[in-house]
């Protein structure tokens, strides 16, 4: 079982930045960011497969957000720049044990995930 503790929200005005960190309680290889808006369907927002040195982003956050990962923390950032009112939502982390199976985008994919935090941006 893998305990994963997702933090760094809160509110801001668009243009500005937020940067969530996802602390698990092993060392995982396979991270990603997930969000859901109210009354939206959950989406997949930015993954970091570090066994296989890949990061993989959604169109709508190409060239503002950034994943990364700190092995020695095992803490997996979400570095979000230029933020718009649309980003607005929950975010959560979640990880996989494995890469074998779905794409990086399918939260069915993910075996842990953590309780979110929520990002709020304002016009």
């Known amino acids: 079982q893998v305990h994963l503790v997702d933090s760094g929200g809160g509110s801001v005005q668009a243009g500005g930045s937020l940067r969530l960190s996802c602390v698990a309680s092993r060392s995982m290889y396979n991270i990603a960011w997930f969000r859901r808006a109210p009354g939206k369907e959950r989406e997949a927002v930015a993954a970091s497969y570090s066994g296989l040195g890949n990061t993989y982003y959604a169109d709508s956050v190409k060239g503002r957000f950034t994943i990364s990962h700190d092995f020695a923390k095992k803490t997996t950032y979400l570095q979000m720049n230029s933020l718009k009112p649309e980003d607005s939502a929950m975010y959560y982390c979640?990880?996989?044990?494995?890469?074998?199976?779905?794409?990086?985008?399918?939260?069915?994919?993910?075996?842990?995930w953590g309780q979110g935090t929520q990002v709020t941006v304002s016009s």
């Open positions: 979640a990880a996989r044990e494995t890469v074998y199976g779905g794409a990086w985008s399918m939260a069915d994919q993910y075996n842990y």
